[in-house]
């Protein structure tokens, strides 16, 4: 929304001053009427899909949802590390820490 409103009022400004062109930050010039086109072209899309830019979760189909699934339904190591099992040692060091502290 930004480069768009900043290429519309950069372009007008260009064109209030009476020149065709102006500098961008790197020094090549920039057609005016372009940047404005441009401009209004990025403004009118954030504003009819804004609601689409910021969805999140998008309804996956077929082989995508699949997927999906399948990855909820099978979490890696890496996601679970936080959380103790079974297994864990976690629960006998907590309670050591406890009787260490006890005595």
Do not use: C
Not at 71 to 90: Q, W
């Amino acid at each position: 929304m930004f480069v768009g409103l900043s290429s519309v009022l950069t372009g007008a400004a260009a064109l209030q001053s009476g020149r065709l062109h102006y500098q961008n930050y790197w020094g090549g010039f920039v057609f005016a009427p372009l940047a404005i086109v441009v401009g209004l072209v990025a403004l009118v899309m954030v504003i009819v899909r804004w609601r689409s830019l910021n969805a999140t979760d998008r309804k996956l189909r077929g082989k995508a949802a699949r997927r999906h699934q399948r990855a909820a339904e099978k979490r890696s190591p890496i996601e679970t590390f936080d959380t103790p099992s079974e297994n864990s040692i976690l629960p006998l060091l907590r309670d050591f820490a406890f009787l260490g502290n006890r005595y």
